[in-house]
Nanobody, 124 residues
Framework: QVQLVESGGGLVQAGGSLRLSCAASGRTFSGYVMGWFRQAPGKEREFVAAIGRSGSSTTYADSVKGRFTISRDNAKNTVYLQMNSLRPEDTAVYYC?????????????????WGQGTQVTVSS
């Protein structure tokens, strides 16, 4: 139902910041709950953050709470992930995803559309 294209990944030093963007196609972006997941080599894809349809509600994994901020601009069909105080353990491929559920979710199978992923590498 929606095409997602991610950008903004790269190499950053520990303690630094990075902002990821995910652009969505179509006219129904505001109808989707949006989430960010990440996957490190040899590990399963894990939940990072999610945001409700209006942007008023957010949920974060304990590992990133206080450091990462998810936001969205429905007029631009874009969701963002601002990552501050980055740590080497944040190194992973980051994916954005869209869900048709009315409430935000941390479960992977609640999301029906996925971006291609963008690499984030944090050096120590």
């Amino acid at each position: 139902q929606v095409q997602l294209v991610e950008s903004g990944g790269g190499l950053v030093q520990a303690g630094g910041s990075l902002r990821l963007s995910c652009a969505a196609s179509g006219r129904t972006f505001s109808g989707y709950v949006m989430g960010w997941f990440r996957q490190a080599p040899g590990k399963e894809r894990e939940f990072v953050a999610a945001i409700g349809r209006s942007g008023s509600s957010t949920t974060y994994a304990d590992s990133v709470k206080g450091r990462f901020t998810i936001s969205r601009d429905n007029a631009k069909n874009t969701v963002y992930l601002q990552m501050n105080s980055l740590r080497p353990e944040d190194t992973a491929v980051y994916y954005c995803a869209a869900s048709s559920y009315a409430t935000i979710a941390t479960i992977r199978d609640r999301y029906h559309s996925w971006g291609q992923g963008t690499q984030v590498t944090v050096s120590s």
